[in-house]
């Protein structure tokens, strides 16, 4: 049975010791401070591929993931080493969450060689088996499918292993989304469905495109339980992707978490996003930007203080920065390259 959970609300009602100090039970200083990070890695590797687009480094599409980091370093943070990720087209971010390199990211979406696809794969299709990254899917819900098909071979092999799947508002209006749910759980498959409600589809609002817009409830039908989650808090998208990725790694079969998150940009680098106004954008900035909020609690905690943190931002944006030339300096695939990764030979 689907069941609402408004968590930063819920988080803050109880009260302990570490609550008084950080406003978040049971979240280590480690934790915070690697959550902080890596989110604001992810933001800088945003903006400079942004720049890089907009030079023509970049070609084709590009989905920017601004403002929506804390969904993935939350749900990254509950798995464990084995567990497979799979997601749509937004995707730069997941790649980095599962300890992909920057600079192999990098050079994937400038088409270079050295990129993670060897440049044949660009921004919105790259791969890492080694990291149990599956991809970046073009195709809107495609990858839901697969992801279901990978917790199958995990339940096959009796291994233990949970994945973590990937979708948008918009994709949850798929048909292969339902008949992905439908067998994940016929079969119990160990998959955590994850919902990125960023509120527009492209550019169509939620409202107008779905009847029922409460997306954590979509597998009530299927007897699958979700929750709906506050997707620009850390703390409390790792509390319930932790529940959620142990009831499938359990054996209990899968899970729907929706997050109620953000995105910044226009859906792609092509859209000007004017279908919302800049005031509701600069809103959720001021109030709700996933960064600005795990730094506060790192500030109230007393585990970093503004120099700190400045320290870190200037340390990644120098990764950022290596990233970018390690890039622009990487050569461009062979035309013989057509002709490789096309065809394996059982």
Not at 21 to 34: A, V
Not at 35 to 52: C, I, S, T, V, Y
Not at 234 to 252: E, K, N, Q, T, Y
Request: aromatic share 8%; with cysteine.
């Amino acid at each position: 049975m689907a069941t609402k959970r408004t968590s930063s609300a819920a988080s803050r009602s109880r009260s302990n010791s570490s609550a008084k100090k950080s406003g978040k039970p049971g979240i280590t200083k480690d934790q915070l401070m690697r959550w902080h990070r890596d989110m604001l890695l992810m933001r800088r590797f945003e903006e400079k591929a942004g720049q890089l687009y907009g030079m023509g480094l970049i070609a084709g599409f590009c989905h920017l993931y601004i403002g929506q980091e804390a969904v993935v370093v939350g749900v990254q943070a509950a798995l464990e080493e084995g567990d497979q990720v799979i997601t749509g087209y937004r995707d730069h971010a997941h790649m980095l969450a599962t300890g992909m390199d920057p600079k192999g990211v990098m050079a994937e979406l400038t088409g270079r060689i050295d990129g993670y696809s060897r440049g044949k794969g660009g921004s919105m299709h790259m791969f890492s088996r080694e990291k149990q990254f599956f991809g970046g899917h073009g195709i809107v819900g495609a990858q839901v499918a697969i992801g279901a098909g990978l917790a199958f071979a995990d339940r096959y092999k009796g291994n233990k292993r949970v994945c973590a799947t990937y979708f948008g508002d918009g994709a949850a209006n798929q048909g292969q989304v339902y008949e992905s749910f439908n067998m994940a759980k016929l079969w119990s498959l160990p998959v955590v469905f994850i919902i990125e409600n960023n509120r527009y589809a492209m550019g169509t609002v939620v409202q107008r495109a779905s009847s029922e817009i409460h997306l954590y409830k979509r597998g009530a039908s299927f007897g699958i339980p979700g929750e709906e989650v506050d997707g620009m808090d850390v703390a409390a998208v790792h509390d319930a992707a932790r529940r959620a990725v142990a009831h499938a790694r359990s054996g209990d079969g899968p899970f729907i978490l929706e997050m109620k998150t953000y995105r910044y940009r226009g859906h792609s680098m092509s859209d000007p996003a004017s279908y919302r106004s800049r005031e509701e954008v600069n809103q959720v900035r001021k109030n709700r930007d996933p960064i600005d909020l795990a730094r506060k609690l790192i500030l109230d905690a007393g585990y970093a203080d503004d120099e700190g943190l400045k320290q870190i931002d200037k340390d990644i944006k120098a990764i950022i920065s290596e990233a970018a030339d390690f890039a622009r300096n990487s050569p461009e695939p062979d035309a013989s390259e057509l002709y490789t990764d096309v065809l394996i030979e059982g």
